[in-house]
């Protein structure tokens, strides 16, 4: 029952909408900084922390935007000034911007303290070797396995009589395989799926590798060779005999 209660109740809306006020110009000045940190830290995305003498406040920003700006008091609970949920309280916001020029002028000594702190670092590098000459050495050793791999691909569309199909030998622990299109040998690769092709469509493998697995090379032909031998000699024991 509320009949004959008279009571004034204050409205809220006065304080609120000078809270929203002071967050709004907070917003943008803090912005302004958080920007200024995007363009010193490198990044679009970051945060620091900076010491007054009543607390510490932390400025987050993402894409070069004002994420949150966090005031954590020597004393009492920390506060979101800016954040992108809900606005603080009043009472917490006013003690908050009781310290943000503080907040300010840290800020603004940690940017004064940089001044100058690359001006003896010498610029004078090395000039970087070139890899043309490695390259160009990789480039003739695939060039060598990729025609004997054309040749291994025509003979076994010789013998084979399909189109399409591949030779797979194990050699030093690694399944190599070749794949032929035709008399064209379509790729060659060790390790099985995920492994390195060494010929391909695309591009040439790192030197580092061929350096690795070239060795191989002439063990993976004997292994050919050995299966091209053991086909001739059971075909050769193959009679045919004609009736009468």
């Known amino acids: 029952m509320t009949e004959g209660i008279e009571f004034d109740v204050e409205s809220a809306e006065d304080p609120a909408e000078r809270r929203d006020e002071v967050v709004a110009r907070v917003t943008d000045h803090a912005g302004r900084i958080a920007r200024e940190l995007a363009v010193l830290q490198g990044g679009d995305y970051g945060q620091r ?3 007054t003498d009543a607390g510490e406040w932390t400025l987050k920003y993402e894409a070069g935007a004002i994420q949150y700006l966090r005031f954590d008091p020597r004393s009492g609970e920390e506060v979101y000034v800016v954040s992108t949920k809900q606005p603080p309280e009043p009472e917490a916001l006013a003690r908050a911007m009781a310290d943000y020029g503080a907040f300010v002028e ?14 003896d670092v010498a610029v004078d590098f090395p000039t970087p070797v070139s890899t043309e000459s490695v390259a160009a050495e990789r480039d003739r050793v695939l060039d060598a396995i990729r025609e004997l791999c054309d040749e291994m691909a025509a003979q076994l569309h010789r013998y084979d009589g399909t189109d399409y199909g591949t030779f797979a030998a194990r050699v030093s622990g690694s399944r190599w395989e070749l794949k032929r299109e035709g008399d064209v040998a379509s790729y060659l690769r060790v390790g099985g799926e995920g ?14 590798d061929v350096r690795e697995l070239v060795g191989d090379v002439p063990a993976f032909v004997e292994a050919y060779n050995d299966e091209v031998r053991e086909l001739e000699a059971e075909l050769s024991t193959v009679s045919v005999e004609v009736g009468d």
């Open 106 to 119: 840290a800020y603004n000594a940690y940017v004064a303290s940089l001044a100058g702190v690359l001006d």
């Open 49 to 51: 922390a900076f010491t």
């Open 195 to 208: 492994g390195i092709y060494l010929l391909s469509q695309y591009g040439p493998p790192s030197a580092p």
